[in-house]
């Protein structure tokens, strides 16, 4: 039995300095690996409570990586002014071959890194390669995460659009794409977004009374959109307009979900992100496409392995008794 666990804080992840770089090759050599049978995950297993409200387990082991790990994450409305994050997370790490507990880590940081790697993980697959312009539809924190990802992705971009409820969250995200050299524009019209960006990241939080409202429609004839909330803000009866519908895996997910968190009847995925990152599709970056996903926890142990490795190299974190 291992005498001690290295937890990492917080603070401790983001002392490991991920970039968004590392963080995507990360994520796209795990969906290799998953691809050539080297590591496996289950599909998550989620307690809902109520609208935005959910614990969540997710699972998997890699013999590439030769860890295994769990993140518990959690999830609740957050409320009007309040300092509290709406998404709370710890992320386990024992040894794929012996089992043994060898650190725990805070996943909040994490989970922010990761999701907007795998949203660029996909658009590398999927985007138009040329893209000057991004759209956001949601301007929180991973708004920023996504900013990070999507600008090294494509340092081409010259333009950012801002759509959100909360104009304070648009001003700054503004204010953080201009710091990168980037036009902003606070917009109030999706249409008109949709109609202009390249690509189009919806990250739009589950609430009581929400309606859909972009419509698929409306976008580019060769764009890229990303729906980091599972697809609640599509209208679903114009998904069809996508060419490409692409998910992390259809083991765990066969299509977008609506407001009420159950899966739409007017589209299905057809490709998902470990068989496009072996095969890519002939016409990718020239249609409509949308990934859209639940969070995979392959990506998880993806960046927990990365985290741990820098973190043992800098002498970061806290050796704990057992």
Not at 114 to 128: H, K, V
Request: aromatic share 4%; net charge neutral; proline share 6%.
């Amino acid at each position: 039995m291992s005498k001690s666990l290295l937890y990492l804080s917080h603070k401790d992840v983001a002392a490991c300095s991920v970039t968004p770089h590392e963080a995507r090759e990360a994520v796209l050599r795990a969906f290799r690996d998953h691809a050539a049978g080297r590591n496996r995950s289950l599909p998550k297993s989620a307690l809902a409570l109520g609208p935005g409200h959910a614990f969540q387990a997710m699972t998997a082991a890699s013999e590439a990586q030769a860890i295994a790990t769990v993140k518990w994450v959690a999830s609740a409305p957050s409320l009007a002014g309040s300092t509290m994050p709406s998404v709370s997370a710890l992320i386990c790490v024992s040894d794929y071959a012996t089992g043994a507990p060898l650190a725990i880590l805070d996943g909040d940081e994490i989970t922010l890194i990761r999701t907007a790697a795998m949203s660029a993980a996909a658009a590398s697959l999927l985007a138009p390669p040329e893209a000057r312009m991004i759209g956001f539809v949601g301007c929180g924190l991973q708004a920023h995460a996504h900013l990070a990802a999507f600008h090294d992705l494509h340092p081409g971009l010259t333009h950012a659009l801002m759509l959100s409820r909360s104009r304070n969250s648009a001003e700054r995200l503004a204010e953080a794409a201009a710091a990168r050299g980037l036009a902003s524009e606070i917009v109030d019209d999706a249409d008109a977004l949709l109609a202009r960006a390249d690509l189009v990241i919806s990250m739009v939080p589950a609430a009581p009374g929400l309606r859909p409202f972009l419509d698929a429609s409306r976008m580019k004839p060769a764009a890229f959109a990303a729906a980091v909330d599972t697809g609640r803000s599509w209208l679903p009866e114009a998904l069809p307009a996508f060419d490409h519908l692409v998910t992390d895996s259809l083991a765990q997910s066969q299509a977008p979900y609506d407001v009420e968190g159950q899966p739409v009847t007017s589209v299905r995925f057809g490709h998902d992100l470990a068989a496009l990152s072996q095969t890519p599709l002939a016409d990718a970056g020239t249609k409509r496409s949308l990934f859209c996903f639940r969070g995979f926890a392959l990506a998880d142990l993806a960046l927990a392995h990365l985290v741990l490795k820098k973190a043992r190299a800098a002498g970061i974190g806290t050796s704990l008794p057992r």
